[in-house]
């Protein structure tokens, strides 16, 4: 609720979303959408598009941007079952608010992966610099395990 800007205890969507590479899962998300969105996407409007584009398309305005944190966590009982791994194993938590249109904060998700398969990377350009790297850097992974790199694979 804080974090969509409504008071705690109002009713939200909640969208469950679980992710998988290879037939094996690599991460969960929660997606709560702001109460202004009730109605106003249905679950073939969720089912097979990326949240951000089903929202954009709902509310007819682009997707602003989006805070993000990201943290080591331990996995809880649910998490664990869903992700096939043991309850406090280590996971990556995501969380995320995308805001839309004036800034509106419209959806917030708490996206949970497995640390032994997914990796996280990111480019940040200095002031003036570069929007984006102009070399390629190769990297070499010791697992043959599948693992989804460089962001998100389906949401957030």
Same mark, same amino acid.
């Given at each position: 609720?804080?974090?969509?800007? /409504?008071?705690?205890?109002?009713?939200?969507?909640? &969208?469950?979303?679980?992710?998988?590479?290879?037939?094996?899962?690599? =991460? &969960? #998300?929660?997606?709560?959408?702001? !109460?202004?969105? #009730?109605?106003?996407?249905?679950?073939?409007? &969720? $089912?097979?598009?990326? /949240?951000? +584009?089903?929202?954009?398309?709902? /509310? %007819?305005?682009?997707? %602003? =941007?989006?805070?993000? $944190?990201? $943290?080591?966590?331990?996995?809880?009982?649910?998490?664990?079952?869903?992700? #096939?791994?043991? !309850?406090?194993?280590?996971?990556?938590?995501?969380? /995320?608010?995308?805001?839309?249109?004036?800034? %509106? !904060?419209? +959806?917030?998700?708490?996206?949970?992966?497995?640390?032994? &398969?997914?990796?996280?990377?990111?480019? +940040?350009?200095?002031? =003036?610099?570069?929007?984006?790297?102009? +070399?390629?850097?190769?990297? %070499?992974?010791?697992?043959?395990?599948?693992?989804?790199?460089?962001?998100?694979?389906?949401?957030?």
């Amino acid at each position: 609720a804080r974090r969509l800007g /409504v008071e705690a205890g109002t009713q939200v969507q909640h &969208l469950l979303r679980l992710w998988r590479v290879d037939g094996a899962p690599i =991460g &969960l #998300a929660d997606f709560c959408l702001h !109460p202004s969105l #009730a109605g106003r996407l249905s679950r073939k409007d &969720l $089912e097979h598009t990326h /949240v951000r +584009v089903a929202v954009a398309k709902a /509310v %007819r305005t682009p997707i %602003r =941007g989006e805070r993000v $944190e990201i $943290e080591a966590g331990a996995a809880s009982l649910v998490v664990a079952g869903q992700l #096939a791994i043991q !309850p406090k194993a280590p996971i990556l938590i995501r969380r /995320v608010t995308q805001f839309y249109g004036s800034g %509106r !904060p419209l +959806v917030a998700a708490d996206c949970s992966y497995r640390a032994d &398969l997914y990796r996280y990377a990111l480019y +940040v350009p200095a002031a =003036g610099g570069a929007s984006r790297p102009t +070399v390629r850097v190769a990297s %070499r992974r010791p697992s043959s395990r599948p693992r989804a790199a460089g962001g998100h694979p389906g949401d957030a």
